[in-house]
């Protein structure tokens, strides 16, 4: 493997984090699915795909994560004593400028991780191979006070949007409020399905998804919410599709600042799309609806 002549600095690393592609996070996420099931060289290949596409320097953090997942295969694979020292070493080395946080990853804790590991490392092969793969710490996203994920990254587009609030401590929703400044200050619900705009743009965590959700409150209302799901590589406003049902929702506004939905943020499992002449069987088989009885 290349090595890469120069580790850049970690403010010349934050200025390009935001050009990060959709699908290196989606790959970054994959690989981080696949240490997590201990299968440290698919996470090592699917992190090489992307390193050796990238051509600016951020290819060192990606190069990493690859030298620590590569230790890891070293460690339960090949059971190669010197290939664990080597590669944790010169992960441990690669990541360092990127600590604390970087991509949504705990790099401070992989590091910490990394560091432990190496430590303990046995030096005769037969002692790796006796290592229950439990030993192996998880891959490491990043986490705020509380065990939240990496921060759902918000951009007003206008001055008088709201951020989306926690409801409650342990609610697994955030809301949304109506950013109707440029329309009146209301909007009029009609049993024709419009969008509200809510005046915000988002981004998510590596390997999350945005949800838009109803509030049981404005469904007793007779409000209706279009749920919907917004890709990970979407940048425009949040629009919420609202309208009304049946006479409990006639004449319903809604007001500059109503909270009106709910956004969830949700994990993705990527996959690819693999053509095959046919299906492994089941019980079920092709039933369709109602097949399995009332």
Known sequence: MAR????????????LEPTISTEHRAELAKGAAEWDAKQFFDAHETW???WQV??????SFYQGLILLAAGLHHWT????PRGVRIKLSSGIERLAPYAPTYLGVDVSTMIADAAALLRQAPDRP??????SLDHFPPFRWAV???GRLGALRVRRLRAAAQLPTHGSELASGLDLYAELSE???SLQLTQMPQPVPTGIACAPPPGYEIQIRPRSGLTRRGVEIGWGTVDADY?????VSMSLRGPAGRGYRIEHGDRIAQLVVAPVALTAVEEVDELDDTERGAGGFGSTGR
Request: aromatic share 0%; glycine share 12%; no cysteine.
């Open 126 to 131: 037969a002692a790796l191979a006796d290592t």
């Open 54 to 59: 990238e051509r600016r320097s951020i290819r």
């Open 48 to 50: 090489e795909e992307i």
């Open 235 to 239: 940048r425009g406003e949040l629009l």
């Open 144 to 146: 705020t006070d509380g």
């Open 4 to 15: 890469v002549r120069e580790i850049p600095s970690r403010a010349a690393q934050l200025a």
């Open 77 to 80: 694979g090949t059971h190669r």
């Open 183 to 185: 329309v009146g200050g």
